[in-house]
């Protein structure tokens, strides 16, 4: 497997498990009696969904902070 073909792989396997993240942590929310902790559990999940739809675009072409970097 080529470089970029490795890099497109493991964009889209962190795009997946994102997205698997969102919906247990939707999933968790619909279980939460706290109005607080279904907030937040809803928050995390729009912010994995979002980290699934940033991995899958790949990196910036203007070399911008990459997902990785923007959670360190």
């Not at 498990?17 to 942590?25: G, I, N, Q, S, Y």
């Amino acid at each position: 497997m080529s470089l970029w073909g490795s890099i497109m792989s493991n964009a889209l396997y962190r795009a997946e498990r994102c997205r698997d993240l969102a919906e247990e942590c939707r999933r968790v929310a619909a279980l939460c009696t706290s109005t607080e902790m279904r907030s937040h559990y809803s928050l995390l999940a729009e912010h994995y969904s979002t980290l699934a739809e940033t991995e899958e675009l790949g990196p910036p072409a203007y070399g911008g902070l990459t997902t990785s970097t923007a959670l360190t």
